[in-house]
């Protein structure tokens, strides 16, 4: 009977030591990860969520809000600015530069030069900039120069860089990017929403960006402007919207892969689905042909035998709300892209040839690389070009909406009018974008709603830092709340919005 | 008798092996049942030495008891299983008898320990039957984890986690592990307190160990069967005080009307154009449409959002017309034998559960058979395989979830008739009269009564969504002993804890909060192994008369393993079938753990003559989850216990016993695993086939190391008055650093955390227990009375370096917090703050009549969650057969954040809410003026404008993200009277002509009432809804607490 001990003492004995800490590295591998990836995974990863989260309900019914495309209401208290800050929306942001960065941070850290890695990174890099635009447009100075720049070198109190420094950094970087792109090199293949490796609509889709870098700062920096502008003009942009910049949407998916318009019908609230009084006037009034591919008649005229659009009035206040039977107003098409059946897909929008249209019509104004003359024509191309996108897929104009795209016997100033206003139904459904150009251009003029909120009753003009970064950065976010005229808060502008 | 030949009264006598006993009479008489001639009569007085004397052929026992001139030899289990005499031990060890659990059945065995062990806390989840408890030994000790202690059961650690726990915005709780074991199995708990206790335990004994020693058989004749049956039926014991006076509405009125035309109008609109027709309710989401703002109710007729004609009464009773009674019905079989060679216990538990929710059942069979053989003369085997089938069906959703009924309750219109809401489908009927849903519903979808995301129909969720769950457990062990010869012992022991939990749950096609409205379904299968092996090699020679000493070697191995599979679907093709294939979209569901720590260690005790006693013992620690630089660390601890009364011979009548008791401790711990490495993961869905992948969001440490916690304690125990009454007092600090925590880092560096090793907690407390029996009287009466009192202080030291705060938990309006010189659980508002003047008075602006609060939402503290002191006072009454006890559990101090007041606050459904509904309520505070730059100063003036009470709560809280968070916060406090229990055993005499060797019958009360409670609305025992620190301080939508009343009977034959 003792024998039995010999094999149990033996073994615990030589288990204890080396031999059993021998399959610990085995046992501590992680299990449904790995250490590196190829980077087309990442960049397909970053390229959709930077594209799909402008357009779900949250950003709608806040920026879509504002700009009084979406109707918001009590439910989403920012809309009737009610300020608060914009935690989901700033981690957002630097979670896609966390991803994009570890391209040029690890995976592909070395390969500068080499062609299976140059235009690779540089493709990673014009989405990058992308972003940073995005991000430093909606919160004014943010951190950029101390982060991003790798696991092993992580500063976990970033200053804030003012976004005048940002725009500087930006432009450089698109040159650089721009010229590290080289159709030889690899690409990234179908792993590239946008263009599936095809260098030359890279090539115009990073100046494309350029231009919008530089058409941005126009009103606080007009010679860096007019340079970056001209610059861009003088190179191939997004020629017509089979260049432009989408990602694929999928309907009968799940609500990750639908288009985001979709998500916010599929996953939202019943009650944040109603345009706001101001666009659906604005398109009813001019005869748009878009009008029943973007809203729906009133559940109640279409009962009573009248459909009729009606949008409703935005920042109401308690007593006005209380009047509102949602039946009277029109929700977004219930035919297009509140339809999971629309057929095909319509695929998101990231930069379209409209846009494109819209800045050089503004350049052209201002003889940046084109005269006043070729105006009208670049507006008339990006109108053409914004009715002829999916869902609304408008080939011909109608002559009820031809005075739309006349520039006939306009100021100046009438014709950025014109041109903003066409942007800004352009951008439906893409409500960072919207909001931010809405801004710069100061068109169309709005009313603000009746309701006082934390801004006296002013439309915000930029949104809130996230409170976690106040709280963990706490010295660098005062500070940059300090360089704000007023604070950290909706009514402060940020560096390029002068107007 | 006594020695001097007196008779002793109440002496308790047992006959050994069973649970019957009697007591002797005035005169010292007795009657027992003995089994055969082999049995053995245990006698036992407290303050006298126990005698067991061994039946034979005598039919009359005398016996005289010797006065424990001594002390009273009291033995308690330690680590490793050893027994050991209480007065030898430099730390504290608490014990509980099997029958203190089993008297008063709770379902979860952890919460038996409420109340009844100093320094112990247990916090129910408000989860329904088969819910999970938090149990924690002296304050917490990790900003990670739940600071949980370790379950050790006959040797063999339990896993007792809870896969997938609920959190602040729902889930399942589908019970810990320690749910799992059968009470009625338990022969006592040996409660570790901490480090000192636990060293040997290693790592994961840092938060204390409970042991659980279950039952073994006992030699004697033929078969003793034991057969015992409990039934026990509960209430709900606290409901939200609901108002029944205002239906659904605003302002006092409806906000709808339908007019003689058949159109529908604005309230407003209708009395302009003074329309003819009927009030009409709507489904709107919004506070303006479905609050219980409305008119009152009176009876008068109306048109609800679905176009039923009603007449507008209260309906008080919601949670009573929907839930049920519970009742628990327990049936516990066990039969036991033996020789001098061999002993067996083989015992069966079935216990039923049908749950305060309708269809929520749960249903579980333990069987446990353990076999004690002696091989030879010396060697020994010990087997024990303990089976748990356990199955649950529709267990309730609970927190901030539609598919919680509570949560529906408490904001639905106090108006809505449940028989309107039982009929849970859209009609066309009311798709034609609908209000407030827009394009919404469909024919046969779920009717909620608002169209809001987070409201469902109780009713739907009852009869058109299931989950159940199967848990399959079986807990082995074997233990193979050798006694070399008199002082050498070598045991090898190897036990397993396997168990494969399965997972099943569908909403039918229509349910509204699934994916589009079609439906979902999700099946999972947990598979989770834990073993561990142990050689312990125990000397204890014979050094001389005076010195004892003792040794011990040993070495474990423990692996774990645990193993997630399973899919999830959404959207039902075709309505009916409930499988995966029937779903447009399907993902999967993946998780794989594993982890290993080897370990050797050695503990020994040096005795000197009887009153001095030295204990050490160190742990080294091998654990897979660090680098193989750091994956090695070691931890002494050594304790003294010096028996003062024995040393210096002072014993008089008052002293009986004094004892001093020191010890240091160390205990590390290693964290979990894949700690070390950053990693690309990839998201679930590619994107139109295009794969996606992310970098972690955590920035690794490959060298973390261990955390160490290090623990001193001080202790005095004494016993008086000829061991009537006992004391013993225990003072620790224990502090844990180098904690392995993911450190929050801002969002601008694009990481969310960073693993280092960081941070301090200390704890430090007393604890008291006083026990005695003030009467022992003539008439065989006596009253034993325990009180226990303990008091933790804990402070969070410090975290990383730059971190100010740790976030513990986080849900609307409210973050729980740990902050560098607080302590833990730091309760910081996330919403509005009132403006106050410098004495703290609120300002009221005087043209509104309405306090004035921040402009933007701002974070400031409300308080701790963390209560000041917690004891019990356990009090039982002995005459003849009759036992009576009842026990009260007390916690004073502490702070809960009620989510559940901030719903009924916005939606005005609950009493407070009512008065000023007329326009007469006065906000209490000062009234303000307003200075040039717009901010306020307070006039001193006490505010005397009348508003509207709906004005007023809606400045306290005007929807769900914009609160003023003081206002939801509670005083955790209570007293309750947590159980009383009556048990009559049948004197021997009556049942000697009957097959029964003794019948005992018992009723019980559990949760019975508070002496005192401070929430409003819900028990702050039972609040939270996991047993994590992330919902420390945080009720949201509780299931009440229960009450129960409950029946036993108890027969041996």
Sequence with gaps: ?499 | MDSRGEALIGVSVLVKGTTRGTATDVEGKYEIAADDEKSTLVFSFVGYVRKEVIVGNQSEINITLLEDTQNLSEVVVTALGIKRDKRALGYSVQEIGGEAISTAKEPNLANSLAGKMAGVQVTRSANGAGGSSRVVIRGTNSLVGNSQPLYVIDGIPMDNSNPNAPGASGGIDYGDGISNINPEDVESMSVLKGPNAAALYGQRGSNGVILITTKSGKSRKGIGIKYGVDYSSGNALVLPDFQDEYGQGLDGVFTNFRGADGKIYTWAAAQAGNIQGMPKTSGGRDRFTRSSWGAKMEGQQYEDQWGNVLSFTPQPNTFQQFFKKETQLINNLSLEGGNDNINYRLSYGNTNIDGYTPGNTLKRNNVNLRTVAKLTSKMELDVKANYIGQKGENRPTVSDASDNPAYIFISQPRSIPMSILANSAWTADDLAKQLGYGTVPTLGMEKTYATNSSTANPYWTRDHTLNSDDRQRLLGMIRLSYQFNDWIRLTAKTGTDIYTDQRFRYREKGTYQSANRNGDISEQVTRVREDNSDVLLSLTPQLSKDISFALNLGANHQRFYSRTTGNTGSEFIVPGLYAINNTLTNSYVFGLTESSINSVYLSGQVGYKEFLFLDFSARNDWSSTLSPANNSFFYPAVSASFVISDALNIQSDVLSFLKLRGSVAQAGSSGSPYQLTGNYSLDQNAHGGVPLASFTSTIPDPNLKNELTTSIEVGVEARFFKNRAGLAFSYYHAATKNQILDVPLPPSSTFASRRINAGEIQNHGVELTLNGSPVKNASGFTWDATLNFSRNRNKVVSLAPGVDTYVLGTDRGVNVVAVPGKAFGTIIGNGFQWLRDENGNRLIDPTTGLPLKSNAKILYELGNALPNWIGGFNNSFRYKGITLSGLLDVSQGGKIYSQSMREELVYGTIKKTLPGRDGTYVAEGVVASKNVDGSYTGTGQANTKQVRAQDYWNVVAPDKDNVIPEEMLNDASYVMFRELTLNYSLPAKLISRTPFKAIRAGIYGRNLFYLQRKTEGFAPEASSFNVSNSSLGLESTALPLMRYFGVSLNVEL
């Design chain 1, 1 to 499: 009977m003792k024998n039995i001990f010999k094999p149990i003492l033996l073994t615990a004995a030589v288990c204890l030591f080396q031999a059993c800490t021998g399959d610990f590295e085995e046992i501590n591998t992680p299990p449904t990860s790995v250490t590196t990836i190829d980077p087309g995974l990442v960049l397909s990863k970053v390229q959709k969520d930077a594209a799909f989260a402008e357009g779900v309900e949250y950003p709608n019914n806040q920026f879509g809000s504002w700009i009084q495309q979406w109707a918001g209401g009590v439910l989403i208290s920012s809309s009737r600015y009610v300020e608060q800050s914009d935690n989901g929306t700033w981690e957002a942001h630097y979670t896609l530069l966390r991803n994009i960065s570890q391209i040029r941070n690890q995976i592909l850290k070395g390969l500068e030069t080499d062609p299976s890695g140059r235009t690779k990174l540089a493709i990673a890099k014009i989405v990058e900039i992308s972003v940073w635009q995005r991000l430093t447009d909606l919160f004014g100075d943010v951190p950029y120069s101390q982060t991003a720049l790798g696991q092993d070198d992580v500063n976990t109190k970033p200053v804030f860089d003012t976004q005048e420094s940002i725009y500087k950094s930006l432009i450089t970087d698109i040159n650089t990017a721009m010229a590290q792109l080289n159709a030889t090199d690899a690409s990234y293949g179908n792993a590239d929403f946008y263009y599936k490796g095809d260098i030359t609509k890279w090539k115009k889709y990073a100046n494309s960006l350029k231009l919008r870098l530089g058409m941005r700062i126009r009103y606080a920096d007009a010679a860096l402007a007019q340079k970056t502008v001209t610059e861009a003009m003088a190179q191939p942009l997004l020629e017509s919207n089979a260049d432009n910049a989408t990602i694929p949407t999928y309907n009968n998916a799940t609500n990750a892969n639908v288009h985001p318009l979709l998500n916010h019908f599929l996953a939202g609230s019943p009650d944040l689905k109603y345009l706001a009084d101001a666009f659906v006037t604005q398109l009813v009034s001019t005869n748009d042909p878009r009008l029943p591919r973007i809203a729906q008649p009133s559940v109640n005229s279409v009962k009573a035998g009248t459909p009729a659009y009606k949008g409703i009035g935005v920042a109401l206040t308690d007593a006005i709300l209380k009047t509102i039977i949602k039946d009277d107003y029109s929700t977004a098409s219930t035919a297009t892209f509140f339809n999971r059946d629309f057929s095909p897909a319509i695929p998101c929008i990231v930069m379209s040839f409209s846009d494109v249209s819209f800045y050089k019509a503004e350049a052209a104004l201002e003889g940046w690389g084109a005269t006043e003359a070729q105006a009208e024509v670049f507006y008339q191309a990006g109108v053409k070009a914004a009715l002829a996108q999916a869902p609304y897929n408008v080939a011909t104009v109608p002559a009820t909406f031809e005075t739309q795209l006349s520039f006939t016997g306009l100021t100046k100033e009438q014709k950025l009018e014109k041109i903003g206003t066409q942007k800004w139904i352009q951008l439906f459904g893409r409500s960072y974008e919207a909001f931010i150009e809405w801004r710069r251009m100061g068109y169309p003029s709005l009313k603000p709603g009746p309701f006082a909120g934390s801004t006296n009753g002013t439309i915000p003009r930029r949104t809130i830092y996230s409170s976690r970064e106040a709280l963990l950065n706490q010295d660098n976010y005062k500070e940059a709340s300090a360089r704000l005229s007023k604070g950290d808060t909706y009514v402060s502008k940020v560096w390029w919005d002068k107007r």
